[in-house]
């Protein structure tokens, strides 16, 4: 018979860490759902760690694809009438499905049901006792659920910090498709603006996701994160230039080229004084993504004049971010 939910753990070389997130999985007080766990060529002791559930999961196991390539896989094998997602290495509480089923249920306009959570680390300090962000927390108020349109949000910032948080009903992924291949870290955020420029989405104040930090993952440690991604993010943002409806595109324009300048500037300024080699290869990474992009290119010439000229280019492009920031 179809299950209610389809469990989707995608996992590349966390061996330390699967068993665990599949135990969370497996230990929800929802039992209706399968649980696929799609490992992504890990070159480690993963499949020995899958090989110990027998058939109380689903074991995929590709050739390596990225994260967007290894859950659109498990996507693909769900049969469930909802998808919750769940990255190798983070945990959820018992609870977690049957309280997004209900608002699911309670819910049907939402094409996303976000739990809040807790950013933890590997000797189980706690980062962030909320990973909701802060516009959320303050609209949420007192209440124990939220739901509205946040497109307009979402486009400003990613207000869902990790997948592991959302359930997704499997009509509204047949209708605004996969994620994206092309974008790599920020092919969940090309997802939820999809999802949200269709639908309303609800918000759950229940800490339902453990969320793991780790220094160590594919984003790096938390000060590199945001130049990272630099890359990927004007790849989403130019995407809904071309794909949003013409009444929200003459905005996204205007946030579009203040967040290559931003992004850029402050990827110059790290070349400038940590790091040049790094801030090179993220400006160039930036400039294959949005070629037109007369600041990366000129960020990126910058990097390599004299410190006395790039002392001046700072103070001018100080300038102009205020100016754009008005």
């Known amino acids: 018979m179809r299950p209610t939910v389809s469990v989707v753990i995608t996992t590349y070389n966390q061996e330390r860490y699967i068993s665990a997130t599949v135990e969370s999985a497996l230990a929800q007080d929802f039992e209706d759902r399968e649980i696929i766990v799609v490992d992504d060529g890990s ?39 909802f998808l919750a997602l769940l990255d190798g290495d983070d945990l959820w509480d018992s609870r977690k ?13 939402s094409g996303l049901i976000v739990a809040d959570g807790v950013q933890f680390t590997d000797d189980g300090s706690i980062l962030q006792p909320s990973i909701f962000a802060p516009s959320i927390r303050s609209l949420l108020g007192s209440s124990d659920s939220l739901t509205l349109r946040c497109y307009r949000q979402l486009l400003v910032h990613n207000v869902i910090l990790t997948s592991s948080q959302v359930l997704i009903p499997r ?33 759950l104040r229940d800490t339902l996701t453990r969320w793991r930090y780790l220094p160590t993952s594919v ?35 205007k946030l579009f080229k203040a967040r290559i300048f ?13 790091d040049r080699a790094f801030a ?15 600041a990366v290119l000129a960020f990126l010439m910058a990097l390599h004049l004299p410190r006395r000229l790039n002392r001046e280019v700072g103070r001018v492009a100080r300038r102009l971010m205020n100016q754009s920031s008005r």
């Not at 931003?262 to 940590?274: D, L």
């Open 43 to 81: 070159t480690d002791a993963t499949p020995a760690r899958m090989g110990a559930f027998g058939g109380r999961v689903i074991y995929l196991r590709q050739r390596n694809q990225g994260v967007a390539g290894s859950r659109n896989t498990g996507i693909q094998q769900a049969r469930g009438e």
């Open 97 to 109: 499905l049957s309280r997004q089923v209900s608002a699911a249920r309670s819910h049907p306009s």
């Open 171 to 203: 009509a509204v992924l047949d209708q605004v498709g996969l994620s994206d291949l092309r974008i790599g870290h920020a092919s969940d955020w090309d997802l939820y603006l999809r999802i949200a420029a269709r639908y309303d989405v609800t918000f």
């Open 219 to 253: 984003s790096g440690p938390q000060h590199l994160r945001e130049m990272r991604w630099a890359a990927d993010e004007v790849r989403v943002l130019h995407k809904q230039l071309k794909e949003a409806a013409a009444e929200d595109r003459p905005d996204i324009l």
């Open 262 to 274: 931003e992004r850029a500037y402050t990827v110059y300024c790290y070349g400038m004084e940590t």
């Open 280 to 294: 090179r290869a993220q400006l160039l990474r930036m400039l294959r993504a949005y070629p037109a992009s007369a």
